[in-house]
């Protein structure tokens, strides 16, 4: 079954889904600053236009298209977007 998850009225959308490899979501975040907790270890997969982060402990990097970060288990980081960006994030 494909879920789908919206935050911040609808400036940050996904779909989810499960399989053998586990879960992953597909998104779109608009323009805008947000602030995410994770439940899991988190890999945000860059896969179209850039988004800036700030991970826990860590200054603000922009990362582009092709490039990941991790965040772990229990922790909080922020994203800025200043155009439409879109990523795959995978759960583990």
Request: charged share 25%.
């Amino acid at each position: 079954m494909i879920k789908v998850n919206e935050y911040f009225d609808g400036k940050v959308k996904s779909l989810a889904a499960n399989n053998a490899q586990g879960k992953a979501t597909a998104g779109v975040i608009a323009p805008g600053s947000y602030e995410f907790g994770t439940d899991t270890i988190e890999i945000m997969n860059i896969v179209w236009g850039e988004l800036k982060a700030q991970l826990p402990g860590q200054a603000w990097k922009t990362y582009q298209r092709g490039e990941s970060f991790r965040v772990e288990k229990g922790e909080r980081f922020k994203v800025e977007a200043t155009d439409f960006m879109a990523y795959v994030c995978e759960y583990l």
